[in-house]
């Protein structure tokens, strides 16, 4: 898994840096001091390494999204509940 998820990080860097169309593969497995043969192993495209950083930073983030949307909840209800009744901040 430490291959995987240093290229996960890598791609992660380029993609921000260079973005996703002129992001090369070669940079991202030198980033990550991996071959691209140990690249392919995990990932069958440059799109599918690009989906996996996605959702590898979506489940990093999702404990707070889900606590966040909560607490959004609520004050969304009570700010729809005082523009329902005419009153405002």
């Known amino acids: 898994m430490r291959t995987r998820r240093a290229i996960l990080e890598a791609a992660a860097v380029v ?15 030198t ?11 995990h990932f069958d495209s440059k799109e599918d390494l690009a989906q996996a950083v996605i959702d590898a930073q979506v489940s990093m983030h999702a404990p707070f999204t889900r606590r ?17 009744s005419g009153t405002t901040c």
């Open 15 to 29: 993609f921000e840096e260079r973005g996703y169309g002129a992001a090369k593969l070669t940079d991202i497995v």
């Open 31 to 41: 980033l990550a001091h991996v071959t691209k043969g140990a690249l392919y192993f």
């Open 68 to 84: 966040s949307s909560r607490h959004r909840s609520s004050s969304t209800s009570a700010w729809s509940s005082r523009t329902a």
